[in-house]
């Protein structure tokens, strides 16, 4: 029987569960004996109850009869790196045990060997490869979504002009032009969303290959820089681009931002920081009271003068530094989430064919899935990785 913990989120401003009771019932009929700490789900709106009818343990987060930590065979997190850093209960996990959760992995080598010396293995979901089997696992796209969709909602709501084209007595209101910037999930969540809302929309992309992504839903794609060396992608993301490309867009985006009434930026590179599209003379050419969206602010941000967290004026545009979207669609997105953890586990266990045996889990290392994501690893010497008769 795999014995899986969801414990509460322990990071400042998260809202999201590993799991909710949808994925709890789907997951304890796969063999899998799960124990939430109370109160895990009460941010993104799930309450005790309903893990406990899903056919959850509910379990104390901390003091008496908080021994469930040394009992688990996986920990459901999502700030998997906070939770390392946050919960002294973490030491108390049996090795061998496996941590699934965002683990902040690109060049985090404190955390790694953390993680090794307290004999753990951690599956890093910011490293799961975009490939077909993997689609249902992927928590970088179904995150991204959200954030794309709430990006133009902020902007929207932050704006000094409608954003449809309404046709009134006093005359005709023209429709917002909305610029995006990258046309990756977000970006194209975000195309989509300002198209319903009524925008006109230009979105720009190094790669010419989104075009056809773009144009599907409604946007008007800005080619890239006719350069010799252009950026391509790599396992479903674009490539870091050369200055010199960047400058030409740069100068390519100038023109577009001037007729802007809202941007919304989504660049970003994996385990690299995120591309300088904006810088201040660009701003400077902005209408006075049009709106700057920055959801990769986080990684240094596309936007110069973006702050995470906060709304700071500049040149008379509000400049919106997005850094936890997801965190405030709580509910959705840790339904979202708590689906792609849940196919990722129950790729790694196995039902055997006896009854009342119980789940097993088994890492795979030569799996295409295991083998992308894995940050630590530490074997038991039991023929079964981890887990057992229960």
């Not at 404190?110 to 010396?117: C, S």
């Not at 997801?326 to 064919?353: G, K, W």
Request: with cysteine.
């Amino acid at each position: 029987m795999v014995r899986v913990l969801v414990p509460r989120e322990c990071c400042p401003g998260e809202t999201r569960v590993a799991a909710t009771p949808e994925t709890v019932k789907r997951l304890v009929a796969k063999g899998c004996r799960l124990s939430v700490e109370r109160g895990a789900g009460h941010p993104s709106g799930y309450g005790d109850d309903a893990y406990r009818d899903a056919g959850a343990e509910l379990v104390e987060a901390k003091g008496a009869g908080a021994d469930h930590w040394s009992r688990a065979d996986v920990v459901m997190a999502v700030q998997g790196a906070a939770l390392v850093r946050g919960r002294p209960e973490v030491s108390s996990l049996p090795a061998g045990a496996v941590l699934l959760g965002l683990l902040e992995p690109h060049g985090n080598d404190a955390l790694k060997q953390q993680l090794e010396g307290l004999q753990l293995t951690a599956l890093a979901l910011e490293l799961l490869p975009r490939i077909s089997r993997a689609q249902a696992m992927d928590v970088l796209s179904s995150q991204a979504n959200i954030a794309g969709y709430k990006a133009v909602l902020l902007a929207s709501a932050a704006l000094d002009r409608y954003v449809p084209m309404l046709m009134t007595a006093a005359g005709t209101i023209q429709p917002a032009r909305a610029l995006i910037l990258g046309a990756g999930v977000a970006g194209l969540q975000a195309l989509a969303t300002a198209r319903r809302l009524g925008a006109v929309v230009y979105v720009s992309d190094v790669r010419a290959a989104a075009k056809e992504q773009v144009e599907s839903l409604g946007g008007r794609f800005i080619d890239p820089p006719e350069l010799e060396q252009k950026p391509g992608e790599t396992g479903g993301y674009a490539q870091q681009a050369s200055e010199a490309f960047l400058a030409e867009q740069r100068r390519q985006l100038t023109e577009q931002l001037a007729l802007a009434d809202m941007v919304i930026c989504t660049a970003q590179v994996p385990g690299r920081p995120a591309p300088r599209l904006i810088d201040d003379a660009m701003l400077q050419h902005m209408r006075p009271g049009s709106v700057v969206v920055d959801l990769a602010v986080a990684q240094g941000g596309n936007c110069e003068g973006s702050e995470p967290g906060t709304t700071v004026w500049r040149h008379g545009v509000q400049l919106i530094g997005a850094d936890a979207l997801p965190c405030t669609v709580a509910n959705h997105a840790s339904a979202l989430y708590a689906r792609n953890l849940a196919a990722l586990l129950e790729h790694l266990i196995t039902v055997p064919a006896e009854p009342d045996t119980g789940a097993l889990l088994q890492l795979d290392l030569e799996d295409p899935i295991v083998a992308g994501c894995l940050f630590s690893h530490h074997a038991q010497p039991a023929p079964v990785a981890v887990g057992g008769v229960a």
